[in-house]
């Protein structure tokens, strides 16, 4: 029992994860980045026994460091997930069969959300988490903000398809995203065309440099934090295109991640009408 111990100590450790001790026991627990950023907002600390380990890391966290750090983390595993005997288990779309297996045998209760691909999924995400874990009202209050947040990033008049600003999100490895996604929607919202279809491309697909050079939009979003080297290619400097740096914290995840992306697409939109007028 002890080296078992002893073995768990070490996977958190080298997965980045924080110990969990007996104090968060019977807690909820979310695995999943996305999911964490709702269950912090709406949930009460004492709530919660850990977060997803991503959100420990700057570099694939949707939300505040200082707040993230401020609870346990834990990876995806079923040993990891079973020792902190949580009340409920937030988790993505993905989970593996086998962790999903070992906590139905041990009646571990499992909330999943999938990658959402639209606002008013996302809000139905909200709604459900917040009714699992008894803050119907704080969920009310956070789909309340992010219809307010929408609202207010909308373009100042209504401008017509041929105002609109043809842009395109361009991540690591070439990959962007296209029609029926919740960046889709949220591009289009506050004054964007998103020219991924205009290329062919799926709803989720890949586009290599040359062919985004040669034809380029009026603006390239570019996520990936400076990890890939080819979002940073010198030829990007000489496109006739503007490439502006958007966080990949903002593409992945709904929730209260839509509030920070809609008030970031409203200044891009902003000063790029700004420096053309």
């Known amino acids: 029992m002890l080296k078992f111990a002893s073995l768990l100590c070490?996977?958190?450790?080298?997965t980045g994860c924080s110990k969990v001790d007996e104090a968060n026991k019977g807690k909820i627990i979310s695995i999943n980045p996305c999911t964490d950023a709702i269950l912090l907002?709406?949930?009460?600390?004492?709530?919660?026994?850990?977060?997803?380990?991503?959100?420990?890391?700057k570099n694939a966290s949707?939300?505040?460091m200082k707040q993230a750090q401020k609870?346990?983390?834990?990876?995806q595993s079923a040993?990891?997930?079973i020792a902190l005997k949580p009340s409920l288990?937030?988790?993505?779309?993905?989970?593996?069969a086998s962790t999903l297996e070992a906590l139905h045998k041990l009646d571990i209760p499992v909330l999943q959300s999938p990658v959402a691909n639209s606002i008013a999924e996302s809000k139905a995400q909200i709604s459900n988490i917040a009714a699992a874990i008894n803050q119907g009202a704080r969920g009310k209050a956070l789909n309340s903000k992010i219809d307010l947040a929408l609202e207010s990033s909308m373009p100042n008049h209504n401008i017509t398809k041929d105002e609109m600003i043809e842009a395109i999100v361009w991540q690591r490895g070439g990959l962007v995203p296209g029609e029926n996604t919740l960046i889709d929607e949220l591009l289009a919202h506050t004054g964007f065309t998103n020219v991924a279809h205009h290329y062919g491309l799926s709803q989720w697909d890949i586009i290599g440099l040359e062919r985004l050079s040669a034809t380029p939009p009026s603006i390239i979003l570019r996520?990936?934090?400076g990890a890939d080297r080819i979002l940073q290619h010198p030829i990007l400097n000489k496109i006739d295109s503007d490439v502006v740096d958007f966080p990949?914290?903002?593409?992945w995840c709904a929730g209260p991640t839509i509030i920070k992306a809609a008030k970031h697409l409203k200044q891009i939109h902003a000063d790029y009408v700004k420096s053309a007028s």
């Open 79 to 81: 040993e990891e997930i």
């Open 62 to 64: 949707s939300v505040d």
């Open 223 to 225: 996520g990936g934090n």
């Open 41 to 57: 907002e709406i949930a009460d600390a004492e709530q919660i026994g850990a977060i997803s380990h991503y959100s420990h890391d």
């Open 10 to 14: 070490c996977a958190l450790f080298f």
């Open 89 to 96: 288990v937030l988790a993505g779309g993905h989970l593996s």
């Open 71 to 75: 609870f346990a983390a834990v990876g």
């Open 248 to 251: 990949q914290s903002m593409i």
